[in-house]
Protein backbone atom coordinates (compact mmCIF):
# COMPACT_ATOMS: atom_id res chain seq x y z
CA UNK A 1 0.00 0.00 0.00
CA UNK A 2 3.17 2.36 0.10
CA UNK A 3 4.94 3.64 -2.61
CA UNK A 4 8.60 4.38 -1.76
CA UNK A 5 9.40 6.18 -4.89
CA UNK A 6 7.12 9.10 -3.19
CA UNK A 7 9.44 9.33 -0.08
CA UNK A 8 12.88 9.67 -2.08
CA UNK A 9 12.26 12.79 -3.84
CA UNK A 10 15.29 14.65 -2.68
CA UNK A 11 15.92 16.20 -6.61
CA UNK A 12 12.53 18.39 -6.04
CA UNK A 13 13.11 19.06 -2.40
CA UNK A 14 16.69 20.49 -3.92
CA UNK A 15 14.63 22.49 -6.57
CA UNK A 16 11.85 23.93 -4.83
CA UNK A 17 14.42 25.06 -2.16
CA UNK A 18 16.72 27.24 -4.65
CA UNK A 19 13.94 28.46 -6.82
CA UNK A 20 12.07 30.81 -4.11
CA UNK A 21 16.29 31.88 -3.13
CA UNK A 22 17.41 32.58 -6.59
CA UNK A 23 13.75 34.59 -7.19
CA UNK A 24 14.42 36.62 -3.83
CA UNK A 25 17.86 37.03 -4.86
CA UNK A 26 16.84 38.88 -8.21
CA UNK A 27 13.85 40.88 -6.55
CA UNK A 28 16.54 42.24 -3.59
CA UNK A 29 19.53 43.31 -6.10
CA UNK A 30 17.71 45.68 -7.74
CA UNK A 31 15.95 47.45 -4.99
CA UNK A 32 19.58 47.61 -3.02
CA UNK A 33 20.71 49.73 -5.80
CA UNK A 34 17.63 51.64 -5.85
CA UNK A 35 18.33 51.95 -1.72
CA UNK A 36 21.65 53.25 -2.09
CA UNK A 37 21.32 55.31 -5.16
CA UNK A 38 18.63 57.16 -2.87
CA UNK A 39 20.99 58.13 -0.53
CA UNK A 40 23.48 59.43 -2.16
CA UNK A 41 24.40 63.17 -1.91
CA UNK A 42 25.49 65.31 -5.23
CA UNK A 43 25.85 68.81 -4.82
CA UNK A 44 24.25 70.42 -2.44
CA UNK A 45 22.93 74.22 -2.84
CA UNK A 46 23.26 74.66 1.04
CA UNK A 47 24.48 72.48 4.03
CA UNK A 48 23.21 72.74 7.29
CA UNK A 49 24.51 70.85 10.72
CA UNK A 50 22.00 70.21 13.29
CA UNK A 51 23.13 69.36 17.06
CA UNK A 52 20.70 67.61 19.29
CA UNK A 53 21.12 69.07 22.78
CA UNK A 54 19.05 68.36 25.80
CA UNK A 55 16.09 69.96 25.17
CA UNK A 56 17.29 72.29 21.87
CA UNK A 57 18.44 71.78 18.75
CA UNK A 58 21.68 74.07 17.41
CA UNK A 59 21.76 74.58 13.77
CA UNK A 60 24.80 75.38 11.78
CA UNK A 61 24.79 77.20 8.29
CA UNK A 62 28.76 76.13 7.41
CA UNK A 63 28.77 77.43 3.86
CA UNK A 64 27.88 81.12 4.98
CA UNK A 65 30.80 81.80 7.37
CA UNK A 66 29.67 79.35 10.43
CA UNK A 67 26.25 80.94 11.09
CA UNK A 68 25.14 79.40 14.38
CA UNK A 69 21.67 79.31 16.21
CA UNK A 70 19.62 77.79 19.33
CA UNK A 71 16.13 77.09 18.89
CA UNK A 72 14.33 76.57 21.98
CA UNK A 73 10.79 75.87 22.58
CA UNK A 74 8.97 78.45 22.90
CA UNK A 75 6.97 78.61 26.57
CA UNK A 76 3.53 79.21 26.18
CA UNK A 77 3.32 82.95 28.12
CA UNK A 78 5.47 83.80 24.79
CA UNK A 79 3.18 81.81 21.61
CA UNK A 80 1.42 84.59 19.66
CA UNK A 81 -2.42 83.65 18.39
CA UNK A 82 -2.34 80.96 15.80
CA UNK A 83 1.13 79.38 17.41
CA UNK A 84 1.24 75.88 17.97
CA UNK A 85 1.76 74.49 21.60
CA UNK A 86 4.58 72.67 22.36
CA UNK A 87 6.19 73.14 18.54
CA UNK A 88 6.81 76.79 18.39
CA UNK A 89 10.41 77.72 18.51
CA UNK A 90 12.37 80.50 19.48
CA UNK A 91 14.95 80.32 15.95
CA UNK A 92 13.39 78.66 12.72
CA UNK A 93 15.61 77.11 10.08
CA UNK A 94 14.76 78.64 6.79
CA UNK A 95 15.85 77.08 3.73
CA UNK A 96 15.15 77.65 0.09
CA UNK A 97 12.60 76.01 -1.93
CA UNK A 98 13.66 73.83 -4.81
CA UNK A 99 17.19 74.00 -3.85
CA UNK A 100 18.99 70.56 -2.51
CA UNK A 101 20.14 70.74 1.26
CA UNK A 102 22.22 68.63 3.08
CA UNK A 103 21.16 68.25 6.53
CA UNK A 104 24.08 66.78 8.67
CA UNK A 105 23.08 65.53 11.86
CA UNK A 106 24.66 64.45 14.98
CA UNK A 107 24.13 64.92 19.10
CA UNK A 108 26.29 66.02 21.59
CA UNK A 109 24.54 63.78 24.64
CA UNK A 110 22.28 61.39 24.40
CA UNK A 111 20.62 59.69 21.09
CA UNK A 112 17.98 62.24 19.32
CA UNK A 113 15.95 61.75 16.04
CA UNK A 114 15.62 64.36 13.83
CA UNK A 115 12.45 64.31 12.63
CA UNK A 116 10.21 66.26 9.98
CA UNK A 117 7.42 63.87 8.90
CA UNK A 118 5.48 66.20 6.34
CA UNK A 119 9.09 66.06 4.46
CA UNK A 120 9.66 62.63 4.85
CA UNK A 121 12.67 63.00 6.88
CA UNK A 122 13.76 61.18 9.78
CA UNK A 123 17.54 61.30 11.10
CA UNK A 124 19.17 59.91 14.06
CA UNK A 125 20.98 61.77 15.71
CA UNK A 126 23.70 60.04 17.45
CA UNK A 127 26.76 61.49 19.98
CA UNK A 128 30.26 61.03 18.16
CA UNK A 129 28.42 60.22 14.73
CA UNK A 130 27.81 62.82 11.53
CA UNK A 131 24.95 61.16 10.12
CA UNK A 132 23.38 63.00 6.38
CA UNK A 133 20.55 63.29 4.40
CA UNK A 134 19.34 65.17 1.58
CA UNK A 135 16.57 66.64 0.47
CA UNK A 136 14.53 68.97 -2.10
CA UNK A 137 11.69 70.72 -0.76
CA UNK A 138 8.87 72.35 -3.61
CA UNK A 139 6.33 73.66 -1.65
CA UNK A 140 7.15 77.02 0.54
CA UNK A 141 5.48 77.19 3.51
CA UNK A 142 6.28 76.18 7.71
CA UNK A 143 6.88 72.12 8.81
CA UNK A 144 6.74 71.16 11.99
CA UNK A 145 8.55 68.71 13.39
CA UNK A 146 9.91 66.90 16.56
CA UNK A 147 12.29 64.99 18.48
CA UNK A 148 10.92 61.21 17.84
CA UNK A 149 13.47 59.44 20.01
CA UNK A 150 12.97 58.84 23.61
CA UNK A 151 16.43 60.60 25.18
CA UNK A 152 15.30 62.14 28.51
CA UNK A 153 12.49 62.81 30.60
CA UNK A 154 11.87 66.22 28.27
CA UNK A 155 12.10 64.40 24.98
CA UNK A 156 9.02 65.95 23.66
CA UNK A 157 10.09 69.35 23.79
CA UNK A 158 12.14 69.23 21.58
CA UNK A 159 10.38 70.67 18.23
CA UNK A 160 11.47 71.44 15.57
CA UNK A 161 10.41 74.00 12.89
CA UNK A 162 11.83 74.60 9.16
CA UNK A 163 10.76 77.53 7.35
CA UNK A 164 10.87 77.09 3.58
CA UNK A 165 10.87 80.32 1.49
CA UNK A 166 10.99 80.73 -2.03
Known amino acids: LTNTNITDAQEMETIWTILPAIILILIALPS ?3 LYMADEVNNPSFTIKSIGHQWYWTYEYTDYGGLIFNSYMLP ?8 LRLLEVDNRVV ?3 EAPVRMMITSQDVLHSWTIPALGL ?3 AVPGRLNQTMFTATRPGVYYGQCSEICGANHSFMPIVAELIP
Do not use: H, M
Open 32 to 34: LRI
Open 76 to 83: PLFLNPGD
Open 95 to 97: LPI
Open 122 to 124: KTD
